[in-house]
C-alpha cells in the first residue's frame, strides 16, 4: 500500500519555525524526486521545493528561499522541510508527493503519490 502521510503543521508565530516530516511506505523515498507543495485559500497551489536525490541542488520557491531547507533520512523513509524565519504569507496546506522519474524537476501533474496535507497557520 503505498501512502505519504505528512505531519508536524500548526500554529506559528510570525518569525517562528516548524518542521514537517513526510514518511512514506510501499516504496523507497532514496529512489524518488520529493517535492513539497502548498495551497492557500482561494489560490492556485504552487511548488516550493524539488529534491531529485540525484546529487543536484535543491530547487526551492523564490519567495521561502534562505529560509526553507530540506533532508531525507533513508532509513526512516522520511523526509522533512525545515521553515524558518515564517511569515504569514506562508500560511497553508502543505503536501509532499514523490516522482519515480528524478531527472524532473517535481512537476505538479506529474507526481505519483500525493499525502494528504498538513495545515501551517502564521500569525501575525
Known amino acids: 500500500q503505498v501512502m505519504l502521510v505528512e505531519s508536524g503543521g500548526g500554529l506559528v508565530q510570525s518569525g517562528g519555525f516548524l518542521r514537517l516530516s513526510c514518511r512514506a511506505s510501499g516504496f523507497r523515498v532514496a529512489d524518488y524526486a520529493i517535492g513539497w507543495f502548498r495551497q492557500a485559500p482561494g489560490k492556485e497551489r504552487e511548488g516550493v521545493s524539488c529534491?531529485?536525490?540525484?546529487?543536484?541542488?535543491?530547487i526551492f520557491l523564490d519567495s521561502v528561499k534562505g529560509r526553507f531547507t530540506v533532508s531525507r533520512d533513508n532509513a526512516k523513509n522520511t523526509v522533512y522541510l525545515q521553515m524558518n524565519n515564517l511569515k504569514p504569507e506562508d500560511t497553508a496546506v502543505y503536501y509532499c508527493?514523490?516522482?519515480?522519474?528524478?531527472?524532473?524537476?517535481?512537476?505538479?501533474?506529474?507526481?505519483?503519490?500525493w499525502g494528504k496535507g498538513t495545515l501551517v497557520t502564521v500569525s501575525s
Open positions: 529534491d531529485s536525490s540525484s546529487g543536484g541542488s535543491t
Open positions: 508527493a514523490a516522482d519515480a522519474d528524478t531527472t524532473r524537476r517535481c512537476p505538479e501533474n506529474g507526481m505519483d503519490y
